[in-house]
């Protein structure tokens, strides 16, 4: 595809209902970000992949937390037991770079997660 | 801890005339900041940055600040179009990381009048 895609673009779920958001990247990309967005607030760090290593965890906020990469091109987020905290955007982010160029980074335009 | 900062939740300015967005950082070693622009219901795209070895960038309406001593930034777009009217993050990142993450700002919403 063109760009990021990011699927659902909107997801409603009941406290602890386990979910699964998923990231297709540009085409060739080697470096993946997954970034939360709350409300008002700027995009915060969850996770970073190059190819299928998960390089960086270091922004996950629990357990209930996990990225996977297999391949080395989708990646999906789960989130387990959703909590009402977890509503957010959740904006997944990929670049051509293999180090921090970040002027190439390009992101999709997010799931939006809504947690009753 | 907000390491990136920005402390103007809106700024509303005239067709034509100058828009300055500011971001303060208090992280000494950041050595890399970008602003992205967002519209509603899409992702952030990149827009302009600046490597901590300069104090100025520009790319057509776009300038970009940097003070190193005041940990402070600021983009300046001139002249203002309406089509500018969007949501500004500012963000930064170290050399020292290896996996490029950017650390962002709170964002400033900036609405162009006609």
């Known amino acids: 595809g063109a760009g990021v895609s990011q699927s659902p673009r909107y997801k409603v779920a009941k406290r602890g209902q386990d979910v699964a958001l998923r990231c297709d990247p540009i085409s060739g990309h080697v470096s993946l970000f997954w970034y939360q967005q709350a409300l008002g607030q700027g995009p915060e760090f969850l996770t970073y992949f190059q190819n299928e290593a998960q390089l960086d965890k270091s922004g996950l906020p629990s357990d209930r937390f996990f990225a996977e990469r297999p391949e080395g091109s989708v990646s999906t987020l789960k989130i387990q037991r959703t909590q009402q905290e977890d509503s957010a955007v959740y904006l997944c982010?990929?670049?051509?770079?293999?180090?921090?160029?970040?002027?190439?980074?390009?992101f999709g335009s997010g799931t939006q997660l809504s947690v009753l | 801890d907000q390491q990136v900062k920005q402390n103007s939740p809106s700024l509303s300015v005239q067709e034509g005339r100058i828009s300055i967005l500011n971001c303060d950082y208090t992280n000494s070693m950041f050595d890399y900041f970008l602003w992205y622009k967002k519209y509603p219901a899409e992702g952030p795209t990149f827009l302009i940055s600046i490597s901590s070895i300069k104090d100025k960038n520009e790319d057509g309406r776009f300038t970009v600040f940097l003070n190193k001593s005041a940990k402070h930034l600021s983009l300046h777009i001139v002249p203002s179009q309406p089509g500018d009217s969007a949501v500004y993050f500012c963000?930064?990142?170290?050399?020292?990381?290896?996996?490029?993450?950017?650390?962002f700002g709170q964002g400033t919403t900036l609405q162009v009048k006609p």
């Open positions: 982010a990929s670049s051509s770079a293999r180090q921090a160029q970040n002027e190439k980074l390009f």
């Open positions: 963000a930064a990142s170290g050399y020292s990381s290896n996996t490029g993450k950017l650390i």
